[in-house]
């Protein structure tokens, strides 16, 4: 499965003060041309900020999100949730019919 990355940015925003600016960013990551991940992250600095920090704080958030849905990923691909739902489904058409 080859995963492809498209990273957007977005018009920066002022803040209340000369110097404040909110900085945005769309990730979407696709896995053989599907999408699998659509997330915007957003974050505050100041004009002394460096981009290389910017680009430090966004890398953090997206690895932090991309293994918070890797660890679902897992959950949701597991047999053990698939016989669950099995089971669920069988006991609400028990429910319904009755």
């Given at each position: 499965?080859a995963?492809?990355v ?5 018009i920066?925003?002022k803040?209340i003060?000369?110097?404040?600016f ?13 999408e699998?991940?659509n997330?915007?992250?957003s974050?505050?600095y100041?004009?002394?900020t460096?981009?290389?920090?910017i680009?430090?704080a966004?890398?953090?958030l ?12 897992a959950?949701y ?22």
């Open positions: 499965m995963k492809t498209e990273i957007t940015k977005a920066p925003v803040g003060t000369d110097r404040d909110t900085v945005s960013i769309n990730v979407v990551i696709k896995d053989d041309g599907v699998v991940f997330r915007d992250f974050m505050q100041d004009n002394t460096s981009p290389s920090e680009e430090a966004f890398q953090g997206i690895k932090e999100a991309w293994d918070i849905y890797s660890e679902e990923l959950i691909n597991a047999a053990e949730f698939d016989s669950m739902i099995a089971s669920l489904e069988s006991a609400a058409t028990t429910y319904v019919n009755s």
